[in-house]
């Protein structure tokens, strides 16, 4: 009996000094990711994912041209880059704006069974001679599935464009920022940044420098852009947030130094077999205290949208920047 009252007595110490040392960690302010955020806001920006996807054919010109030119409200918009094959003989690559690896999805019709065909084996011009918008869907109709009734202009506005292009087009628009999601990983995923940041380096591209951040999944991505390239603003998704969801949960965030300036996620993240909460207030003030900016997607529920305004995020990203618009009280500009 004296034997068990020891071991307990034992055990019991350990807990106070674990629960005194939680208790101590738990109080000391996080590491700031950054000095100066300026993707930090005090009103919620508007993403418009893929350019807004539920309006018009994703990751296409017709997309753009609307949430850039035709409204004011939009503040961010969210694009998927790949790498593809160049036509130039003095280039192995270009990246192009797309989010599948292949093209099937968003360029062949759905009803037309056909083998896959990926983006990185295919070059640009062979790219450009599919149609993004057939298998586009609104109104219950196929708007864009036969493109003999558009002018060659409208044609030319659903098909693939390149990196190089969207900064040539929107170059000095009105002001807005840009998402830019490496969909590649590991060493594609490394080139791609580096043609990107080619072309930010590009002094006629200057004007994207100051708004532009990279967004991806992958670990190699976000390492290799914080390593070779600090001054560019980069986001931490998936696998690369876990430190940061340890820490926010168990509120020890001052353990892990986490360089990132922004948090892109969804409500709901899959940690493995574990599915996480981040829609809530602990999260979004656990990345506000590191001076990081939270961005939630895919948000297209409006219910959802209010509540994530509640909370506080920075951005939302969302197929349908109009409705996001109407719940801001935004949708006249």
């Known amino acids: 009996m004296k034997k068990l009252s020891k071991v307990l007595l034992i055990l019991g110490i350990i807990f106070l000094v674990i629960g005194a040392l939680w208790m101590t960690i738990s109080f000391i302010p996080p590491q700031k990711a950054t000095e100066h955020n300026p993707w930090r806001s005090d009103k919620t920006l508007i993403s418009a994912h893929r350019g807004g996807a539920n309006l018009n054919p994703e990751n296409t010109k017709m997309a753009f041209d609307y949430v850039i030119n035709d409204t004011k409200y939009t503040d961010i918009v969210e694009i998927d880059v790949r790498l593809a094959k160049s036509d130039d003989k003095d280039k192995e690559y270009e990246l192009v704006i797309i989010h599948d690896a292949s093209i099937n999805r968003t360029g062949i019709d759905e009803n037309i069974k056909e083998e896959e065909k990926l983006v990185k084996d295919l070059t640009v011009s062979e790219l450009k001679t599919y149609n993004l918008g057939i298998n586009f869907k609104k109104d219950d109709a196929y708007p864009y599935k036969d493109t003999t009734n558009l002018s060659e202009d409208d044609r030319d506005d659903l098909t693939i464009m390149t990196l190089e292009e969207f900064f040539n087009e929107y170059r000095n628009d009105r002001e807005f920022r840009l998402l830019l999601e490496i969909k590649d990983s590991k060493e594609d995923g490394i080139t791609a940044v580096d043609i990107a940041e080619g072309l930010l380096a590009n002094t006629d591209n200057s004007w994207w420098d100051e708004r532009t951040m990279i967004i991806s999944f992958s670990t190699d991505v976000v390492n290799h852009v914080l390593e070779k390239y600090p001054d560019r603003y980069v986001a931490g998704m998936g696998y690369n947030m876990v430190p940061f969801l340890v820490g926010s949960i168990l509120r020890v965030d001052a353990l892990f130094n986490i360089k990132y300036q922004s948090i892109q996620t969804s409500m709901i993240t899959k940690a493995g077999p574990i599915s996480i909460n981040c829609a809530t207030q602990t999260f979004v003030d656990s990345a506000h205290k590191r001076n990081q900016c939270v961005a939630y997607w895919t948000i297209n529920e409006k219910e959802d949208m209010e509540y994530l305004i509640s ?23």
């Open 311 to 333: 909370l506080g995020a920075d951005i939302i990203t969302t197929n349908s920047p109009d409705l996001l618009a109407e719940v801001l009280g935004r949708l006249e500009e």
